[in-house]
T-cell receptor, first 113, second 111 residues
Framework: EPEVTQTPSHQVTQMGQEVILRCVPISNHLYFYWYRQILGQKVEFLVSFYNNEISEKSEIFDDQFSVERPDGSNFTLKIRSTKLEDSAMYFC???????????FGEGSRLTVL | QKEVEQNSGPLSVPEGAIASLNCTYSDRGSQSFFWYRQYSGKSPELIMFIYSNGDKEDGRFTAQLNKASQYVSLLIRDSQPSDSATYLCAVNAGGSYIPTFGRGTSLIVHP
C-alpha cells in the first residue's frame, strides 16, 4: 500500500540552527501539506503546496519557514533558525484531490535545545 | 476564525458499548468533514468522511452530520480496547480545502 514517508524520524538541534525535514508523498498525489503538533496540543496547519507553489499558509508559517519540491518526489520543509517553540512533531500529508482525504506520514519529531 | 471544538475527554466506555464522539464547528459554509484516529505517538489516520447531512455507516463506525446545528459526530459500535485512541474531527471550511483539526477526544475502552 502506498504511503507517505518522512525523514528523519527524530532530529535534535540547537536553537538557531537550520533544519530540513523531508517527505516523499504518495506518487500520484498532487496536493501536499505540512502540519505540526506540539506535544499534547492539536494538529495545526502550516502550509499547502500544489503545482509547485504554495497554495495556502497559516500564520505560523512565517519567514523562518520555507517549502520546496526540489525534484519529482521529495517535498521539504526548512526552518531557517530554529526556536525552542519549534519543538513539535511535524507531519507531512498528501492528497489526490483538494478537500479529499489526507494521508499522513509517520512524522518527524523535532527537538530544539 | 475557523473553530472546530471537541471535548478533550477522556471518554471511558466498557468493551462492547457504543462510544459517541462529538464535534462542533463555527464556519456555516463548511463542506467536508472527517474523522481521524490518532494513537499515541503516531500520525492521524482517516476513519471516515462525510459531506451530506445524515448518517454514513462503515462497519462499526457511523458518522452523523447536521449542518443546521453545525455538528458532526462519530459513533463506534461494539467498542474494542484497540479503539482506545484520540479521535480528531477535521473540517474543511467553505472555499478552502485545508482541513482544520479539533483538539481531539481521548477514548478509553476498558475490558
Amino acid at each position: 500500500e502506498p504511503e507517505v514517508t518522512q525523514t528523519p524520524s527524530h532530529q535534535v538541534t540547537q536553537m538557531g540552527q537550520e533544519v530540513i525535514l523531508r517527505c516523499v508523498p504518495i506518487s500520484n498525489h498532487l496536493y501536499f501539506y505540512w502540519y505540526r503538533q506540539i506535544l499534547g496540543q492539536k494538529v495545526e496547519f502550516l502550509v499547502s503546496f500544489y503545482n509547485n507553489e504554495i497554495s495556502e499558509k497559516s500564520e505560523i508559517f512565517d519567514d523562518q519557514f520555507s517549502v520546496e519540491r526540489p525534484d519529482g518526489s521529495n517535498f521539504t520543509l526548512k526552518i531557517r533558525s530554529t526556536k525552542l517553540e519549534d519543538s513539535a512533531m511535524y507531519f507531512c500529508a498528501s492528497s489526490i484531490a483538494p478537500a479529499g482525504e489526507l494521508f499522513f506520514g509517520e512524522g518527524s519529531r523535532l527537538t530544539v535545545l | 476564525q475557523k473553530e472546530v471544538e471537541q471535548n478533550s475527554g477522556p471518554l471511558s466506555v466498557p468493551e462492547g458499548a457504543i462510544a459517541s464522539l462529538n464535534c462542533t464547528y463555527s464556519d456555516r459554509g463548511s463542506q467536508s468533514f472527517f474523522w481521524y484516529r490518532q494513537y499515541s505517538g503516531k500520525s492521524p489516520e482517516l476513519i471516515m468522511f462525510i459531506y451530506s447531512n445524515g448518517d454514513k455507516e462503515d462497519g462499526r463506525f457511523t458518522a452523523q452530520l447536521n449542518k443546521a446545528s453545525q455538528y458532526v459526530s462519530l459513533l463506534i459500535r461494539d467498542s474494542q480496547p484497540s479503539d482506545s485512541a484520540t479521535y480528531l474531527c477535521a473540517v474543511n471550511a467553505g472555499g478552502s480545502y485545508i482541513p482544520t483539526f479539533g483538539r481531539g477526544t481521548s477514548l478509553i475502552v476498558h475490558p
